[in-house]
């Protein structure tokens, strides 16, 4: 549920998204062009235009510039036919699942996207095998067989019923086969896709231009002919640029004050609006299990044991997130508060106890590594405060360490850190994304992690079922196990929220389920 906070000319109250539809008048535009192309800003720009190469926040733009065979219409949560005219498994077993294409499927060059082109993207993808790449979410995928021109067979090597998900994240993204080698990521900057734009320009960690595909066809209804992305490396000079007009909505990375301040309208002489929306993006540390001091559990387990998310969630994010007990979010089938339940509030007798009972009387060295220009502004503080709860036990003694993103992905996949902070936003709504990735020899993380219970037990028992509801026994047995190893540790989960200036209109609707905006909703007002 999405909720716009207005000031001046609407009441500054939370009403439903179809209340401020009706209640406000807002009108169609005349001109999706008349002054520009709308301008967004992040805090989250791609790390590859190339999706065999990308598992990451690089999907934003994925979205608007590739198609998928399955997406996720407005208001929606299961995926819908997108590149696809009609997908559906045709065995009871659900190992065999067919997607039928749109006739006349084009990329953006104008060559031809056929069944031999998604054949050709997803084959390369494990083919590729990169570094921090999606392979790892095609696991249950034995081979795939285009049968003919429209016509795309995926076997897969067991029941999976989380399969059309996967299809539908922008990982699976079809490129042209003429255009992106089989066996090797491209690197020249450019893209050719089907999606709703053409990335007219891009220039890397500062714009992206789009621009209407008319080769396009899909499911979006395009508001607006060109929208052009604007990277910040905080939240500061994102909202600086919002208030002085240069750019028109901001998504992802608003800092905490930032937020406050707009709910609070601080600036009453600036036409801004703000929506929020319940967020599915979490933020949590993982411990290196092959580290002499973090690979004994009860070193684990006593740093779960100190840590106070509800201290995080208030003092560093002034409640814009919410304290998080497990690794799956609050609002998924099968959340449960693990970590409250087994270790209860914050005490540092008890992790005394948990170190002391493990012949550990020494203070634990730990050094925490987090990113410097990801994850919104406020990380590094969320870290000094990490920092300063460990030390405030006695326990611990507590080194900090950061980088930038890229050589921070660079040094997590070789195994580098002892502790490290990750954010995960999600690849689909379903509580199986929140463990599945993390677990088994490749992961999104780059770190092994062995879990046979769950990797070999529970969720293929809760992947041959077909209505989700009925997974909830596998995944509370999967967060216990989580728990009990204390190898990841939730700290917050967040919220959505979309600022912009008061003549756009669309913000209620441009996020998926996964997260990622939908640009093409975005357009301008005529008049209130």
């Known amino acids: 549920m999405f909720f716009r906070n207005r000031r001046l000319r609407c009441a500054a109250a939370l009403a439903s998204t179809a209340a401020l539809v009706t209640g406000c008048g807002i009108l169609s535009p005349d001109d999706p062009d008349e002054d520009g192309p709308i301008v967004v800003g992040t805090t989250s720009a791609p790390t590859t235009l190339d999706p065999a190469a990308s598992w990451d926040g690089s999907w934003e733009l994925f979205r608007n510039v590739y198609q998928t065979l399955l997406s996720y219409p407005n208001g929606t949560t299961a995926p819908r036919p997108d590149a696809a005219r009609a997908c559906a498994f045709t065995d009871s077993s659900q190992q065999v699942y067919r997607c039928e294409l749109r006739p006349g499927l084009t990329f953006s060059d104008g060559d031809p996207l056929d069944a031999g082109a998604v054949k050709y993207s997803i084959d390369r993808i494990r083919d590729i095998g990169a570094d921090g790449g999606p392979a790892g979410l095609l696991g249950s ?30 990982a699976m993204s079809i490129v042209d086969p003429d255009t992106y080698p089989a066996r090797a990521v491209r690197r020249d900057g450019r893209v050719v896709g089907s999606g709703p734009y053409v990335l007219k320009s891009y220039t890397d ?42 750019i028109q909505v901001t998504f992802r990375g608003l800092a905490a004050d930032d937020v406050i301040a707009l709910q609070e309208g601080t600036a009453e002489e600036e036409d801004l609006q703000l929506v929020e929306g319940t ?55 099968g959340h449960t508060n693990g970590f409250f339940d087994r270790f209860g509030d914050p005490s540092a007798a008890k992790a005394r106890a948990i170190l002391a009972e493990a012949g550990i009387d020494e203070p634990v060295p730990l050094t925490l590594w987090y990113t410097t220009d990801r994850y919104g502004s406020e990380t590094a503080l969320l870290f000094k405060a990490l920092e300063r709860q460990l030390e405030a036990s006695g326990l611990f003694t507590v080194t900090l360490q950061g ?42 993380l780059g770190t092994p992690y062995p879990a046979p219970e769950i990797t070999d037990e529970l969720l293929p028992s809760s992947r041959r079922k077909s209505d989700r509801a009925d997974v909830v026994e596998e995944f509370e047995e999967a967060q216990r196990i989580l728990v009990e190893d204390a190898r990841l540790l939730p700290l917050w989960q967040g919220r959505q929220y979309v600022a912009s200036s008061e003549d756009i209109s669309g913000a209620e609707r441009a996020l998926d389920p996964s997260t990622i905006m939908m640009m093409w909703e975005l357009h301008r007002k005529t008049s209130w």
Do not use: C
């Not at 607006?224 to 000079?237: L, R």
């Not at 044991?305 to 089938?333: C, F, K, N, W």
């Not at 850190?417 to 490749?442: H, K, L, M, S, T």
């Open 403 to 444: 980088r930038p993103w890229k050589t921070y992905v660079a040094g997590y996949q070789k195994g580098e850190y002892q502790v490290f902070g990750r954010g995960w936003f999600p690849d689909f709504p379903d509580a199986e994304n929140f463990i599945a990735p993390f677990v088994g020899e490749r992961n999104a």
């Open 279 to 333: 967020g599915a993006d979490i933020s949590y540390l993982v411990l290196d299990p092959d580290d002499p001091w973090t690979g004994r559990t009860a070193v684990r387990r006593a740093v779960a044991q100190v840590i106070d998310r509800a201290a995080l969630a208030h003092e560093v994010y002034r409640d814009t997130v919410d304290p998080l007990y497990s690794m799956v979010p609050r609002g998924l089938t």
């Open 141 to 170: 995928l034995d081979r795939v067989r285009a049968v003919s021109d429209t016509e795309v067979v995926f076997h897969l090597n067991k029941a999976d019923a989380t399969f059309p998900f996967v299809l539908a994240t922008p």
């Open 205 to 246: 960690g500062e714009r992206a231009e789009l621009v209407r595909n008319d080769h396009y066809e899909g499911y979006a209804e395009r508001r607006n002919d060109a929208v052009t992305i604007e990277y910040f490396d905080g939240s500061a000079e994102m909202v600086k640029a919002l208030r002085a007009g240069r």
